[in-house]
Protein backbone atom coordinates (compact mmCIF):
# COMPACT_ATOMS: atom_id res chain seq x y z
CA UNK A 1 0.00 0.00 0.00
CA UNK A 2 2.72 2.36 0.94
CA UNK A 3 4.65 1.50 -2.87
CA UNK A 4 0.93 2.56 -4.44
CA UNK A 5 0.68 5.45 -2.67
CA UNK A 6 4.35 6.64 -3.69
CA UNK A 7 3.44 5.68 -6.87
CA UNK A 8 0.69 8.39 -7.05
CA UNK A 9 3.16 11.43 -5.26
CA UNK A 10 5.77 10.66 -8.25
CA UNK A 11 3.78 10.18 -11.29
CA UNK A 12 2.07 13.30 -10.60
CA UNK A 13 4.93 15.22 -9.63
CA UNK A 14 6.70 14.20 -12.82
CA UNK A 15 3.75 14.98 -14.94
CA UNK A 16 3.22 18.31 -13.38
CA UNK A 17 7.23 18.94 -13.80
CA UNK A 18 7.01 18.25 -17.29
CA UNK A 19 3.93 19.67 -18.48
CA UNK A 20 5.83 23.77 -16.65
CA UNK A 21 8.78 22.44 -18.16
CA UNK A 22 7.40 22.76 -21.79
CA UNK A 23 5.01 25.96 -20.53
CA UNK A 24 8.11 27.41 -20.05
CA UNK A 25 10.11 26.75 -23.31
CA UNK A 26 7.04 27.78 -24.82
CA UNK A 27 6.85 30.87 -23.64
CA UNK A 28 11.06 31.27 -24.64
CA UNK A 29 10.34 30.04 -28.14
CA UNK A 30 7.03 31.92 -28.68
CA UNK A 31 6.12 29.12 -31.56
CA UNK A 32 2.39 29.14 -30.50
CA UNK A 33 0.78 29.23 -33.80
CA UNK A 34 1.00 26.87 -37.42
CA UNK A 35 -0.73 27.41 -40.20
CA UNK A 36 -3.53 25.93 -39.35
CA UNK A 37 -3.75 27.72 -35.88
CA UNK A 38 -4.10 31.12 -38.10
CA UNK A 39 -7.37 29.65 -39.41
CA UNK A 40 -8.40 29.22 -35.76
CA UNK A 41 -7.30 32.44 -34.82
CA UNK A 42 -9.23 34.22 -37.98
CA UNK A 43 -12.39 32.13 -36.86
CA UNK A 44 -12.23 33.33 -33.15
CA UNK A 45 -11.87 36.83 -34.55
CA UNK A 46 -14.78 36.69 -36.76
CA UNK A 47 -17.25 34.75 -34.26
CA UNK A 48 -16.03 37.88 -31.79
CA UNK A 49 -16.61 40.99 -34.41
CA UNK A 50 -19.06 39.05 -36.50
CA UNK A 51 -20.47 35.96 -35.81
CA UNK A 52 -19.07 34.16 -38.35
CA UNK A 53 -17.47 30.47 -38.58
CA UNK A 54 -15.27 31.50 -41.33
CA UNK A 55 -11.86 30.95 -40.63
CA UNK A 56 -9.71 33.28 -42.67
CA UNK A 57 -9.77 37.19 -43.38
CA UNK A 58 -12.64 38.60 -43.95
CA UNK A 59 -11.14 41.86 -45.67
CA UNK A 60 -9.27 39.61 -47.82
CA UNK A 61 -11.00 37.68 -51.55
CA UNK A 62 -13.85 34.94 -50.06
CA UNK A 63 -12.60 31.31 -50.06
CA UNK A 64 -16.30 29.66 -49.67
CA UNK A 65 -14.54 26.55 -48.33
CA UNK A 66 -13.18 28.83 -44.84
CA UNK A 67 -16.69 29.09 -44.36
CA UNK A 68 -17.07 25.34 -42.65
CA UNK A 69 -13.24 24.12 -42.88
CA UNK A 70 -12.96 24.45 -38.80
CA UNK A 71 -16.21 23.27 -36.81
CA UNK A 72 -16.51 26.44 -34.70
CA UNK A 73 -16.39 24.98 -30.87
CA UNK A 74 -12.58 25.75 -30.61
CA UNK A 75 -12.34 29.35 -32.49
CA UNK A 76 -15.24 29.74 -29.64
CA UNK A 77 -12.93 28.90 -26.77
CA UNK A 78 -10.82 30.99 -28.17
CA UNK A 79 -12.90 33.94 -28.41
CA UNK A 80 -14.36 33.07 -25.11
CA UNK A 81 -10.40 33.63 -24.16
CA UNK A 82 -10.47 36.73 -26.16
CA UNK A 83 -7.27 34.82 -27.95
CA UNK A 84 -6.88 36.32 -31.40
CA UNK A 85 -5.09 36.92 -34.53
CA UNK A 86 -3.00 39.25 -32.46
CA UNK A 87 -2.17 36.21 -29.44
CA UNK A 88 -3.77 38.12 -27.25
CA UNK A 89 -4.08 36.24 -23.90
CA UNK A 90 -2.31 33.31 -25.23
CA UNK A 91 -0.46 32.95 -21.69
CA UNK A 92 -3.82 32.33 -20.29
CA UNK A 93 -4.99 29.87 -23.13
CA UNK A 94 -1.55 27.65 -22.89
CA UNK A 95 -2.26 27.18 -18.93
CA UNK A 96 -6.01 26.31 -19.29
CA UNK A 97 -4.78 24.05 -22.18
CA UNK A 98 -2.09 22.66 -19.79
CA UNK A 99 -4.82 21.86 -16.88
CA UNK A 100 -7.04 20.25 -19.58
CA UNK A 101 -4.12 17.84 -20.37
CA UNK A 102 -3.99 17.43 -16.89
CA UNK A 103 -7.51 16.40 -16.41
CA UNK A 104 -7.55 14.50 -19.53
CA UNK A 105 -4.75 12.48 -18.00
CA UNK A 106 -7.14 12.28 -14.52
CA UNK A 107 -9.75 10.68 -16.26
CA UNK A 108 -7.52 8.16 -18.01
CA UNK A 109 -6.44 7.13 -14.11
CA UNK A 110 -9.97 6.54 -13.64
CA UNK A 111 -9.98 4.64 -17.28
CA UNK A 112 -7.88 2.35 -15.83
CA UNK A 113 -9.85 1.82 -12.06
CA UNK A 114 -12.78 0.91 -14.25
CA UNK A 115 -10.48 -2.45 -15.44
CA UNK A 116 -8.14 -2.79 -12.41
CA UNK A 117 -10.74 -2.03 -9.89
CA UNK A 118 -7.79 -1.98 -6.97
CA UNK A 119 -4.75 -0.74 -6.54
CA UNK A 120 -2.18 -1.05 -9.15
CA UNK A 121 1.13 1.41 -9.68
CA UNK A 122 1.06 4.88 -11.62
CA UNK A 123 4.03 5.14 -13.12
CA UNK A 124 3.48 2.71 -15.69
CA UNK A 125 1.27 5.24 -17.07
CA UNK A 126 4.57 7.82 -17.17
CA UNK A 127 6.25 4.94 -19.81
CA UNK A 128 3.95 6.07 -22.47
CA UNK A 129 3.81 9.64 -21.88
CA UNK A 130 7.52 10.13 -21.29
CA UNK A 131 7.32 9.11 -24.74
CA UNK A 132 5.16 11.18 -26.56
CA UNK A 133 6.05 14.62 -26.02
CA UNK A 134 3.21 15.29 -28.73
CA UNK A 135 0.95 15.49 -25.51
CA UNK A 136 3.26 18.28 -24.03
CA UNK A 137 3.35 19.86 -26.99
CA UNK A 138 0.31 20.69 -28.40
CA UNK A 139 -0.69 21.81 -24.79
CA UNK A 140 1.29 25.25 -25.92
CA UNK A 141 0.18 25.82 -29.33
CA UNK A 142 -2.95 27.41 -30.86
CA UNK A 143 -4.43 23.90 -31.93
CA UNK A 144 -7.27 22.13 -31.24
CA UNK A 145 -5.92 18.44 -29.94
CA UNK A 146 -5.64 18.93 -26.18
CA UNK A 147 -9.85 19.92 -26.05
CA UNK A 148 -10.72 17.28 -29.30
CA UNK A 149 -8.61 14.78 -26.55
CA UNK A 150 -10.91 15.17 -23.59
CA UNK A 151 -13.76 15.38 -24.96
CA UNK A 152 -13.02 11.67 -27.45
CA UNK A 153 -11.75 10.38 -23.85
CA UNK A 154 -15.40 11.10 -22.08
CA UNK A 155 -17.14 9.98 -24.91
CA UNK A 156 -15.47 6.19 -24.81
CA UNK A 157 -15.46 6.65 -20.61
CA UNK A 158 -18.80 7.22 -20.44
CA UNK A 159 -19.38 4.25 -22.67
CA UNK A 160 -17.04 2.33 -20.71
CA UNK A 161 -19.00 3.22 -17.50
CA UNK A 162 -22.72 2.42 -19.30
CA UNK A 163 -21.41 -1.31 -19.71
CA UNK A 164 -20.07 -1.60 -16.05
CA UNK A 165 -22.38 -0.35 -14.68
CA UNK A 166 -25.46 -0.04 -16.44
CA UNK A 167 -26.91 3.46 -15.79
CA UNK A 168 -28.44 5.85 -18.80
CA UNK A 169 -27.22 8.70 -17.78
CA UNK A 170 -23.68 7.78 -18.79
CA UNK A 171 -25.51 7.01 -22.55
CA UNK A 172 -26.43 10.63 -22.74
CA UNK A 173 -23.13 11.84 -21.11
CA UNK A 174 -21.65 10.28 -23.73
CA UNK A 175 -23.64 11.08 -26.92
CA UNK A 176 -23.06 14.93 -25.56
CA UNK A 177 -19.09 13.95 -25.53
CA UNK A 178 -19.37 13.12 -29.14
CA UNK A 179 -21.47 15.78 -30.61
CA UNK A 180 -19.02 18.34 -28.87
CA UNK A 181 -15.77 16.32 -30.14
CA UNK A 182 -17.33 17.10 -33.73
CA UNK A 183 -18.19 20.31 -33.13
CA UNK A 184 -14.28 20.48 -32.31
CA UNK A 185 -12.70 18.49 -35.40
CA UNK A 186 -14.48 17.04 -38.29
CA UNK A 187 -12.48 13.96 -37.73
CA UNK A 188 -14.86 12.78 -35.54
CA UNK A 189 -18.35 13.06 -37.75
CA UNK A 190 -18.31 9.40 -38.71
CA UNK A 191 -17.86 7.75 -35.45
CA UNK A 192 -21.82 7.67 -34.50
CA UNK A 193 -22.89 5.75 -37.27
CA UNK A 194 -19.59 3.01 -36.55
CA UNK A 195 -20.82 3.62 -32.72
CA UNK A 196 -24.92 2.84 -33.75
CA UNK A 197 -23.86 -0.28 -35.82
CA UNK A 198 -21.55 -1.62 -32.71
CA UNK A 199 -24.68 -0.42 -30.02
CA UNK A 200 -27.48 -2.41 -32.49
CA UNK A 201 -25.22 -5.99 -32.88
CA UNK A 202 -24.16 -5.62 -29.54
CA UNK A 203 -28.12 -5.58 -28.12
CA UNK A 204 -29.27 -7.84 -31.09
CA UNK A 205 -30.19 -10.58 -28.79
CA UNK A 206 -31.12 -7.98 -25.94
CA UNK A 207 -34.21 -5.95 -24.99
CA UNK A 208 -33.12 -2.69 -25.78
CA UNK A 209 -34.47 0.33 -24.58
CA UNK A 210 -35.79 3.19 -26.61
CA UNK A 211 -34.59 5.90 -24.43
CA UNK A 212 -31.25 4.22 -25.66
CA UNK A 213 -31.75 4.66 -29.35
CA UNK A 214 -33.32 8.17 -28.83
CA UNK A 215 -29.88 9.43 -27.40
CA UNK A 216 -28.49 8.90 -30.79
CA UNK A 217 -30.49 12.00 -31.53
CA UNK A 218 -27.62 14.24 -29.97
CA UNK A 219 -25.05 13.72 -32.30
CA UNK A 220 -26.93 12.51 -36.17
CA UNK A 221 -28.96 16.24 -34.89
CA UNK A 222 -25.52 17.94 -35.20
CA UNK A 223 -24.30 16.43 -38.33
CA UNK A 224 -27.74 17.36 -39.81
CA UNK A 225 -26.84 21.14 -38.54
CA UNK A 226 -23.29 21.34 -39.70
CA UNK A 227 -24.49 19.67 -43.23
CA UNK A 228 -27.17 22.44 -43.52
CA UNK A 229 -24.85 24.90 -42.29
CA UNK A 230 -22.30 24.43 -44.97
CA UNK A 231 -24.92 23.87 -47.61
CA UNK A 232 -26.00 27.61 -46.60
CA UNK A 233 -22.33 28.71 -47.13
CA UNK A 234 -21.38 26.91 -50.25
CA UNK A 235 -24.05 24.82 -51.49
CA UNK A 236 -22.41 21.45 -50.75
CA UNK A 237 -24.09 19.33 -48.72
CA UNK A 238 -20.47 17.96 -46.48
CA UNK A 239 -19.69 18.13 -42.78
CA UNK A 240 -16.23 20.06 -43.50
CA UNK A 241 -14.79 21.13 -46.64
CA UNK A 242 -11.20 19.88 -44.93
CA UNK A 243 -12.11 16.06 -45.93
CA UNK A 244 -11.84 16.84 -49.59
CA UNK A 245 -8.40 18.90 -49.21
CA UNK A 246 -7.15 16.02 -46.86
CA UNK A 247 -7.71 13.93 -49.73
CA UNK A 248 -5.90 15.21 -52.73
CA UNK A 249 -3.14 15.64 -50.93
CA UNK A 250 -2.48 13.07 -48.83
CA UNK A 251 -5.15 10.20 -49.95
CA UNK A 252 -4.86 10.67 -53.88
CA UNK A 253 -0.81 11.50 -53.47
CA UNK A 254 0.08 8.67 -51.63
CA UNK A 255 -1.98 6.52 -53.81
CA UNK A 256 -0.01 8.21 -57.05
CA UNK A 257 3.36 8.66 -55.38
CA UNK A 258 2.84 4.46 -55.11
CA UNK A 259 1.87 4.15 -58.64
CA UNK A 260 4.42 6.46 -60.37
CA UNK A 261 7.02 8.18 -58.25
CA UNK A 262 6.80 11.92 -56.12
CA UNK A 263 7.40 13.51 -58.83
CA UNK A 264 4.62 12.11 -61.19
CA UNK A 265 2.28 12.61 -58.19
CA UNK A 266 2.93 16.10 -57.49
CA UNK A 267 2.93 16.93 -61.47
CA UNK A 268 -0.83 15.04 -61.95
CA UNK A 269 -2.04 16.60 -58.94
CA UNK A 270 -1.16 20.18 -59.58
CA UNK A 271 -2.22 20.05 -63.00
CA UNK A 272 -5.64 19.00 -62.46
CA UNK A 273 -5.81 21.56 -59.68
CA UNK A 274 -4.90 24.25 -62.52
CA UNK A 275 -7.14 23.19 -64.98
CA UNK A 276 -10.19 23.53 -62.17
CA UNK A 277 -9.01 26.97 -60.42
CA UNK A 278 -11.44 29.35 -62.17
CA UNK A 279 -13.95 27.42 -62.45
CA UNK A 280 -17.02 27.91 -59.75
CA UNK A 281 -16.53 26.63 -56.10
CA UNK A 282 -19.42 24.24 -56.41
CA UNK A 283 -18.28 22.86 -59.76
CA UNK A 284 -14.67 22.95 -58.81
CA UNK A 285 -15.18 20.90 -55.57
CA UNK A 286 -17.45 17.79 -57.63
CA UNK A 287 -14.73 17.66 -60.13
CA UNK A 288 -12.14 17.07 -56.71
CA UNK A 289 -14.94 14.71 -55.75
CA UNK A 290 -14.25 12.91 -58.65
CA UNK A 291 -11.14 13.23 -59.30
CA UNK A 292 -10.36 11.26 -55.83
CA UNK A 293 -12.77 8.37 -56.70
CA UNK A 294 -11.12 8.05 -59.88
CA UNK A 295 -7.47 8.23 -58.15
CA UNK A 296 -8.57 5.75 -55.57
CA UNK A 297 -11.09 3.22 -58.09
CA UNK A 298 -8.35 2.98 -60.63
CA UNK A 299 -5.41 1.89 -58.02
CA UNK A 300 -7.25 0.06 -55.43
CA UNK A 301 -3.95 -1.85 -54.25
CA UNK A 302 -2.34 0.73 -54.06
CA UNK A 303 -4.75 3.15 -51.79
CA UNK A 304 -5.25 -0.32 -49.54
CA UNK A 305 -0.98 -0.36 -49.34
CA UNK A 306 -0.69 3.32 -48.88
CA UNK A 307 -3.83 3.07 -45.86
CA UNK A 308 -1.95 0.27 -44.23
CA UNK A 309 0.74 2.19 -44.09
CA UNK A 310 -0.66 5.21 -42.51
CA UNK A 311 -2.04 2.96 -39.74
CA UNK A 312 1.04 1.63 -38.63
CA UNK A 313 2.30 5.41 -38.88
CA UNK A 314 -0.68 6.34 -36.45
CA UNK A 315 0.47 4.18 -33.94
CA UNK A 316 4.25 4.08 -33.91
CA UNK A 317 5.45 7.38 -35.86
CA UNK A 318 7.64 8.91 -34.40
CA UNK A 319 7.14 12.80 -32.89
CA UNK A 320 9.83 14.58 -34.95
CA UNK A 321 7.32 17.14 -36.47
CA UNK A 322 5.80 18.37 -33.19
CA UNK A 323 9.20 18.99 -31.79
CA UNK A 324 10.37 20.45 -34.58
CA UNK A 325 7.09 22.65 -34.96
CA UNK A 326 7.74 23.45 -31.27
CA UNK A 327 11.21 24.42 -31.49
CA UNK A 328 11.64 26.34 -34.38
CA UNK A 329 7.95 26.94 -35.71
CA UNK A 330 5.92 25.39 -38.74
CA UNK A 331 7.90 22.90 -39.49
CA UNK A 332 6.95 22.98 -43.04
CA UNK A 333 9.76 25.07 -43.56
CA UNK A 334 12.16 23.39 -41.59
CA UNK A 335 14.63 21.57 -44.12
CA UNK A 336 16.38 19.40 -41.34
CA UNK A 337 17.05 19.50 -37.40
CA UNK A 338 21.15 20.01 -36.59
CA UNK A 339 21.74 20.23 -33.19
CA UNK A 340 24.68 22.04 -31.69
CA UNK A 341 26.50 19.31 -31.22
CA UNK A 342 27.54 15.92 -31.74
CA UNK A 343 26.21 14.41 -28.74
CA UNK A 344 22.60 16.43 -29.06
CA UNK A 345 22.11 14.98 -32.40
CA UNK A 346 22.97 11.26 -31.03
CA UNK A 347 20.38 11.79 -28.47
CA UNK A 348 18.04 13.71 -30.36
CA UNK A 349 17.66 10.86 -32.93
CA UNK A 350 17.88 8.03 -30.46
CA UNK A 351 15.12 9.49 -28.02
CA UNK A 352 12.53 9.40 -31.56
CA UNK A 353 13.97 5.55 -32.51
CA UNK A 354 13.07 4.93 -28.23
CA UNK A 355 9.72 7.12 -29.01
CA UNK A 356 8.76 4.87 -32.04
CA UNK A 357 9.81 1.43 -30.22
CA UNK A 358 7.33 2.31 -27.47
CA UNK A 359 4.81 3.00 -30.08
CA UNK A 360 5.46 -0.40 -30.80
CA UNK A 361 5.31 -1.78 -27.53
CA UNK A 362 2.24 0.14 -26.83
CA UNK A 363 0.55 -1.33 -30.27
CA UNK A 364 1.62 -4.93 -29.24
CA UNK A 365 -0.87 -4.11 -25.56
CA UNK A 366 -3.75 -2.90 -27.54
CA UNK A 367 -3.57 -6.29 -29.85
CA UNK A 368 -3.43 -8.37 -26.52
CA UNK A 369 -5.98 -5.95 -24.87
CA UNK A 370 -8.40 -6.75 -27.82
CA UNK A 371 -7.70 -10.56 -27.36
CA UNK A 372 -8.27 -10.12 -23.16
CA UNK A 373 -10.76 -12.88 -22.62
CA UNK A 374 -11.22 -12.20 -19.19
CA UNK A 375 -12.49 -8.62 -20.01
CA UNK A 376 -15.74 -8.46 -21.20
CA UNK A 377 -15.91 -7.97 -25.14
CA UNK A 378 -18.09 -5.43 -25.10
CA UNK A 379 -16.08 -3.68 -23.07
CA UNK A 380 -12.85 -4.61 -25.46
CA UNK A 381 -15.40 -3.22 -27.93
CA UNK A 382 -16.43 -0.17 -26.94
CA UNK A 383 -12.34 1.19 -26.18
CA UNK A 384 -11.02 -0.86 -29.34
CA UNK A 385 -13.37 1.01 -31.86
CA UNK A 386 -12.55 4.60 -31.29
CA UNK A 387 -8.71 3.65 -31.95
CA UNK A 388 -9.38 2.01 -34.88
CA UNK A 389 -11.50 4.42 -36.09
CA UNK A 390 -8.91 7.10 -35.77
CA UNK A 391 -6.29 5.01 -37.11
CA UNK A 392 -8.67 4.29 -40.54
CA UNK A 393 -9.94 7.54 -40.82
CA UNK A 394 -6.74 9.70 -40.79
CA UNK A 395 -5.66 7.13 -43.55
CA UNK A 396 -1.94 8.12 -45.45
CA UNK A 397 -1.87 11.29 -43.70
CA UNK A 398 -1.25 9.92 -40.37
CA UNK A 399 1.48 10.93 -37.92
CA UNK A 400 2.04 11.39 -34.02
CA UNK A 401 -0.46 14.10 -33.69
CA UNK A 402 -3.61 12.75 -35.15
CA UNK A 403 -2.48 9.63 -32.43
CA UNK A 404 -3.24 12.55 -29.89
CA UNK A 405 -6.81 12.10 -29.46
CA UNK A 406 -7.00 8.47 -28.23
CA UNK A 407 -3.31 8.69 -26.85
CA UNK A 408 -5.08 8.54 -23.29
CA UNK A 409 -7.51 5.33 -24.14
CA UNK A 410 -3.66 3.57 -25.78
CA UNK A 411 -2.28 5.09 -22.12
CA UNK A 412 -4.82 3.07 -20.32
CA UNK A 413 -4.65 -0.20 -22.38
CA UNK A 414 -1.35 -0.02 -21.45
CA UNK A 415 -1.56 -0.22 -18.34
CA UNK A 416 -3.97 -2.62 -17.69
CA UNK A 417 -1.64 -4.96 -19.92
CA UNK A 418 1.39 -4.55 -18.33
CA UNK A 419 -0.09 -4.59 -14.69
CA UNK A 420 -1.94 -7.84 -15.95
CA UNK A 421 1.93 -9.13 -17.07
CA UNK A 422 3.47 -7.87 -13.90
CA UNK A 423 0.83 -9.77 -11.53
CA UNK A 424 1.40 -12.79 -13.66
CA UNK A 425 4.96 -12.82 -13.05
CA UNK A 426 5.18 -12.06 -9.57
CA UNK A 427 2.71 -15.09 -8.99
CA UNK A 428 4.85 -16.96 -10.88
CA UNK A 429 7.94 -16.49 -8.94
CA UNK A 430 5.94 -17.25 -6.16
CA UNK A 431 4.63 -20.41 -7.29
CA UNK A 432 8.61 -21.56 -8.15
CA UNK A 433 9.90 -20.45 -4.71
Partial sequence: MKMIRSSKFWFWSVLIMIHLAFFGLAIQKKNFATKDSLEYLWQSQN????????????????????????????????????????????????????????????????????????EWNRLWLLIPLVFFPSQFVYCNMVMSEI?????????????????????MKDLWWSQWSVAIAMAIKPVMWLFPFVAMVSFLIHFFNKKVKLIALITFVIPFTTIALFMGYSHAKTGIWEFSSIQRKLMINYNSYAILKDVFNEEEAVKTISEFQNSIDTLPFTEKFHRIDDFNKEVLFNHPMSAIKAELSGMFRFFVGHPRWDLEAFSFGDSNVIKAFRPDSRLMSISYYAYLLACSLIGFVILLAFVKFIFSRHI??????????????????????????????????????????????SIKRKSAATYVE
Fill in 376 to 421: SYSLRGCVASIVIYFAIVTGPSASTRFRLPVFPVLMAIFCVVAHEI
Fill in 47 to 118: LKSVGSWYAGDLTQEINPALYNQRPPAYGAFLSLLNVDIALNNIYLLLFIQLGISLLTIFISVQFVKLFLGG
Fill in 147 to 167: LLQLFVLLSIYFIARLIKYSQ
